[in-house]
């Protein structure tokens, strides 16, 4: 089993509209859990970061953890073609810092 | 630097020849990453060194890759006789005090031919 799992996509949302993003991860252990964007032929941006139960929002963007379930989300409201990008979640094996990624959601809003 | 620089931006080494990648992470961070990115996926994780010390090592695919960060700042990531499936993005990032949150470099673009 992947450490990070996340659905491939292409995910397509209307422009205006909420994109959701999700992620499992199988490391009980892990704390910290983050959200990165990565716009095509460009290196990670760091965009979220949670570390304990429950939402954290940042304009437009919100991380949910469950970490009972071990799940994750990105809420992202009123879409915007800019947001057009993918999606990678990554988080912390064990109490250490080695960060692990997922695959990451390709994100496409539509104009 | 205000960010994290990796140079050089594009490699192209004929399979067989020795490639050596370099890191210079943010100013004062602790933790040093090294990723390497195929096509299409997420990055995987080779290695990282919390100031010179390198914590894990378990994802370096064969002996013949190798990490160092000798003085807990540059880091140099070397492959030796490079293979075509060494082809790949090698991101380097970086955090601060031994924090989780790490900041990425542009990375560097290997094709192996």
């Known amino acids: 089993q992947k450490e990070v799992e996340q659905n491939s996509g292409p995910l397509s949302v209307p422009e205006g509209a909420i994109a959701s993003l999700n992620c499992t991860y199988s490391?009980?252990?892990?704390?910290?859990f983050f959200w990165y964007r990565q716009y095509s032929g460009k290196s990670p941006e760091l965009i979220m970061s949670i570390y304990s139960n429950g939402d954290k929002e940042d304009g437009r963007f919100t991380a949910q953890l469950n970490k009972a379930s071990q799940y994750v989300s990105l809420l992202i409201r009123d879409s915007q073609p800019s947001d057009s990008a993918t999606y990678l979640c990554?988080?912390?094996?064990?109490?250490?810092?080695?960060?692990?990624f997922g695959k990451g959601t390709r994100l496409h809003i539509l104009p | 630097g205000a960010g994290v620089s990796q140079s050089p931006r594009y490699k192209v080494a004929k399979r067989g020849q020795d490639v050596a990648l370099r890191c210079d992470p943010i100013?004062?961070?602790?933790?040093l990453f090294w990723y390497q990115q195929a096509l299409g996926q997420g990055p995987e994780f080779l290695t990282y060194?919390?100031?010179?010390?390198?914590?894990?090592k378990s994802g370096l695919p064969s002996d013949r890759f190798f990490a160092e960060r000798p003085e807990g700042s540059v880091s140099t990531l070397k492959i030796q006789r490079t293979q075509q499936e060494d082809s790949a993005v090698y991101l380097c990032?970086?955090?601060?005090?031994?924090?989780?949150?790490?900041?990425f470099g542009q990375g560097t673009r290997l094709t192996v031919v």
């Open positions: 490391d009980r252990g892990s704390q910290s």
């Open positions: 990554a988080v912390t094996h064990g109490r250490g810092d080695k960060i692990i």
């Open positions: 100013s004062g961070h602790v933790s």
């Open positions: 060194f919390q100031n010179e010390a390198q914590l894990d």
């Open positions: 990032a970086s955090s601060p005090t031994g924090g989780p949150e790490a900041f």
